[in-house]
């Protein structure tokens, strides 16, 4: 099976940055689309940036110009660079991927255990 590992959590003050990981590890032949989702409690999750296998990015509205999500393939790792941080940005992150952990290609979603991002003066 697929392991999604995230890093890069934490607690900053308004307008400033943090860089989120996340590894893809386990039985991987193929992986599609990996991105972030976002959680408040009681709230659904949300997507907030999701990136393709060539590199092709889309965001929410309310990060683009903030966020940057990158790919590194080689490593079956994406990024979050989060930068001026709002305290409306504070919620669990959680890292997905869709990925094939057999040979036939057939692609299933996984998620990450969640990192908390918090931006609070």
């Known amino acids: 099976q697929v392991q999604l590992v995230e890093s890069g959590g934490g607690l900053v003050q308004p307008g400033e940055s943090l860089r989120l990981s996340c590894a893809a590890s386990g039985s991987i032949f193929s992986i599609n689309d990996m991105g972030w989702y976002r959680q408040n409690p009681g709230k659904q999750r949300d997507l907030v940036a999701g990136i393709e296998s060539d590199g092709s990015a889309r965001y929410v509205d309310s990060v683009k110009g903030r966020f940057t999500i990158s790919r590194d393939n080689a490593k079956n790792t994406i990024y979050l660079q989060m930068n001026n941080l709002e305290p409306e940005d504070t919620a669990v992150y959680y890292c997905?991927?869709?990925?094939?952990?057999?040979?036939?290609?057939?692609?299933?979603?996984?998620w990450g255990s969640g990192t908390q991002v918090t931006v609070s003066s």
């Open positions: 997905y991927a869709a990925a094939a952990p057999y040979s036939d290609y057939r692609h299933y979603d996984y």
